[in-house]
């Protein structure tokens, strides 16, 4: 009788076959995981934010301008690039100002009172995103600057009218400027809550009338350029 020889199984076989059951695992379960990026792209072009917050003081020389307070708007965005937008802005600050009379003979005008002063911004602005389209774990921090209009929304008070028109202060229509930052938080698909704070500037001028108490005064300029702070919160929605 013939006998077939048994086939010889290679000593290293129960080695490699669990090695490559082991790789083959491990290469699975590679393929199952996700990487979590901490960006997300903004897929949105438009944006509309409602914001309110404080608006700093800043008088002028003689103390005449516009004070600070409360301020509250609206602003719309449009993202032109995954960087760069342009806003504008409409703006209601409520302020106050000091009434002098500069008609006395007095060595200094008199003060007469702190009278409220209602105050409207009209504001155009370029928009540069520091992380691009993206935000980072939610957040998207950017820088602007521009300028615009504000024009008062209060008359003159019954002692000032008579005064005459050398004597009583005006406000407005005048340019303004503004420069700042802030940082965006995207909680949801399209809500976003946001802070910035702002640098700006607008021109006011000084009555002639007070121009004759330089000597106790110091020099009154005709017109100056007042600088003020602002910082504001917001809820945005994107669409």
Same mark, same amino acid.
């Given at each position: 009788m013939?006998r077939h020889p048994?086939?010889?199984?290679? #000593?290293?076989? #129960?080695?490699?076959? #669990?090695?490559?059951?082991?790789l083959l695992?491990?290469a699975?379960g590679?393929?199952a995981?996700?990487?979590?990026s901490?960006?997300?792209?903004?897929?949105?072009?438009?944006?509309?934010t409602?914001?309110?917050?404080?608006?700093?003081?800043?008088?002028?020389?003689?103390?005449?301008?516009p004070?600070?307070g409360?301020?509250?708007?609206?602003r719309y965005?449009?993202?032109?690039?995954?960087?760069?937008?342009?806003e504008?802005?409409?703006?209601?600050?409520?302020a106050d100002?000091?009434?002098y009379?500069?008609?006395?003979?007095?060595e200094? #005008?008199e003060?007469l009172?702190?009278?409220?002063h209602?105050?409207?911004?009209?504001e155009?602005?370029?928009?540069?995103?520091?992380t691009g389209?993206?935000?980072?774990?939610g957040?998207?921090?950017?820088?602007?600057?521009?300028?615009?209009?504000?024009?008062s929304?209060?008359g003159?008070?019954?002692?000032?009218e008579e005064?005459?028109a050398?004597s009583k202060?005006?406000?407005?229509?005048t340019?303004?400027?503004?420069v700042?930052?802030?940082?965006?938080?995207?909680?949801g698909?399209?809500?976003?809550a946001?802070?910035?704070?702002?640098?700006n500037?607008?021109?006011?001028?000084?009555?002639?009338?007070?121009?004759?108490?330089?000597?106790?005064?110091?020099p009154?300029p005709?017109?100056e350029?007042?600088g003020w702070?602002a910082?504001?919160?917001?809820?945005?929605?994107?669409f």
């Amino acid at each position: 009788m013939n006998r077939h020889p048994m086939p010889r199984i290679s #000593p290293t076989l #129960p080695l490699v076959v #669990p090695a490559l059951l082991a790789l083959l695992s491990v290469a699975g379960g590679a393929q199952a995981q996700t990487i979590t990026s901490p960006y997300s792209f903004i897929e949105t072009r438009h944006e509309v934010t409602v914001f309110g917050g404080v608006a700093g003081e800043n008088r002028g020389t003689i103390e005449l301008g516009p004070g600070g307070g409360p301020l509250i708007g609206v602003r719309y965005g449009l993202a032109l690039t995954g960087t760069a937008g342009i806003e504008a802005a409409l703006q209601y600050i409520a302020a106050d100002r000091n009434v002098y009379d500069p008609t006395g003979d007095g060595e200094e #005008p008199e003060f007469l009172e702190l009278v409220d002063h209602h105050i409207a911004l009209l504001e155009a602005r370029g928009r540069f995103s520091l992380t691009g389209g993206r935000t980072w774990h939610g957040l998207a921090p950017y820088v602007f600057g521009g300028g615009g209009l504000a024009m008062s929304l209060s008359g003159s008070t019954d002692a000032e009218e008579e005064f005459g028109a050398g004597s009583k202060f005006t406000f407005g229509p005048t340019l303004t400027g503004t420069v700042g930052g802030g940082i965006r938080w995207h909680f949801g698909e399209r809500l976003g809550a946001g802070l910035e704070g702002s640098l700006n500037l607008w021109k006011i001028g000084n009555p002639a009338a007070f121009r004759t108490f330089e000597e106790s005064l110091g020099p009154v300029p005709e017109d100056e350029w007042t600088g003020w702070s602002a910082v504001t919160v917001g809820v945005s929605y994107r669409f």
